[in-house]
């Protein structure tokens, strides 16, 4: 005869319904997620990084003098850019089946107010 083990903590519990009020991201929707947000905040993180490296490169050579405060505010404002399209990058997904424009702004706002009801409901519950 079998023991019953408990579940380790690290291990998930597997619910075997879900809560009525909730959805989960189609595939397609959390793709076209992924693929905005890896854009929308990996290239203003490589650019973060390129300041110091150009700054490296232009002090070094002597090129320029260029103040450590500058590069620092500089790169601090490409990483906060980066944050900003970490947010741009979800709320701007289509989530119909076709996947929208290049850019998405018009999907900003119907995106917004699903959140909005979705923290309504899960307060109300």
Same mark, same amino acid.
């Given at each position: ?14 619910? #075997?319904? #879900?809560?009525?009020?909730?959805? &989960?991201? &189609? ?11 890896? $854009?929308? #905040? ?7 990084? @390129?300041?110091? $490296? ?7 050579? @002597? ?12 790169? @601090? ?6 944050? =900003? @399209? ?10 119909? &089946?076709?996947?929208? #424009?290049?850019?998405? =702004?018009?999907?900003?706002? &119907? ?7 979705? $923290? ?6």
């Amino acid at each position: 005869m079998a023991e019953r083990r408990d579940p380790l903590p690290f291990e998930p519990r597997r619910s #075997t319904s #879900t809560p009525s009020g909730s959805q &989960p991201i &189609p595939k397609d929707v959390a793709n076209r997620m992924a693929r905005r947000v890896a $854009i929308a #905040t990996g290239l203003p993180s490589l650019m973060g990084m @390129g300041v110091f $490296i150009g700054s490296y490169v232009l002090v070094s050579r @002597g090129i320029m003098d260029i103040p450590p405060g500058v590069t620092l505010v500089t790169s @601090g404002l490409f990483f906060l850019l980066g944050l =900003v @399209g970490l947010s741009y990058g979800v709320l701007s997904a289509s989530w119909e &089946p076709q996947p929208g #424009t290049l850019l998405g =702004v018009e999907h900003i706002q &119907p995106n917004l107010q699903r959140l909005r009801s979705s $923290i309504r409901a899960q307060k109300q519950s």
